[in-house]
């Protein structure tokens, strides 16, 4: 008895030094760093093609000309990425917590709203949710099964029933397969769940198969329930550019009429770009990193090209400019995300 008070306690206390804490989105101004950035001729790498492609993408060119990599590769490249940093200072999870005050939506929504987060990657990004709207429910995917395992592993170790309960994590790689049908579908989904009881250890081995085969579930008249939010947090980047048109209509594909979709991404300009070496440089704004893994930086007009383009209509749409100070080393980074919020029309 004593135990669970002192566990509500220390999540009231938690929650109100949240609510308590300042969160920054205009520390500069884009616009400037674009000008001081594209004038410094050590950086104008970032700014060509690599050798083989011979022009720069105008706006209808610009999801081709991308280094590809077979769906393996990715999939391999981020399995490995989270084997290798399943423990340590490196991996330790940090909820992103400022997204619920920059999509409030997530906190006003019906009662029982559903939730897709696609890349949960280790957590971060689910565990507020869960546990800033007590009634939500979140279907959360990776392409990598070991991430799906670090999500697990941090949802446990919450010792809160209620956010363990509402934790529905599955593999897909949306980018190539889309989502499995059960996920647009109410009664399709309680059958899966019931089959597969969010055990991850039962597919694991079946990614010689593909990472959707819940897809061959019988498919009902039924499947119009769609989900309410879809989630890309720090996710379409890892996508290689020329399926990102794919991924983000497989987005469409599950939401429901009037149902929103929340974006945050690198954002052109990045402090992470530009540390990139200009051998990292597989595409434009694509960089590779050594262990195989993507990254691309966006710009307005290109996350506009990909949403509008795919169905959605723009609500929300703009870069947040950081500055991070690292206390230890005594230095000033300027980070860029871009933020954005996009409808499926009734």
Known sequence: MFGAQEKKRKEKKRMSKEAAAEYHSKDFEWDQLRREIESDPSLLYHFLLPLDDTHLPSSSQSFSGSVSSSPSQHSDAWNKFHSRHSSGKFFKVQERRYLLKEFPELLSCDEYSKVLEVGCGNGSTVLPILRGNESITVYSCDCSIEALKRAEEVIDATDLISVKHRFHP??????????????????????????????????????????????????????????????????????????????IAACFSVLKPGGLLLFRDYGLYDMTMLRFEPDKKVGFREYMRSDGTRSYFFCLDTVRDLFVGSGFTELELEYCCVTSVNRRKGKSMRRVWVHGKFQKSV
Do not use: Y
Not at 221 to 245: E, N, Q, Y
């Open 170 to 247: 599955f593999p897909c790689d949306f980018s190539i397969s889309g989502f499995p049908k059960w996920l647009a579908c109410d009664s399709c989904r309680e059958v899966n769940l019931q089959k597969q009881d969010t055990c991850l250890s039962d597919v694991e081995d079946k990614r010689g198969a593909g990472l959707n085969d819940f897809t061959s579930l019988k498919e009902h008249k039924c499947c119009l329930g769609g989900v309410d939010f879809v989630t890309l947090i720090f996710t379409l980047s890892a996508v290689p550019l020329h399926r990102m048109p794919a991924a």
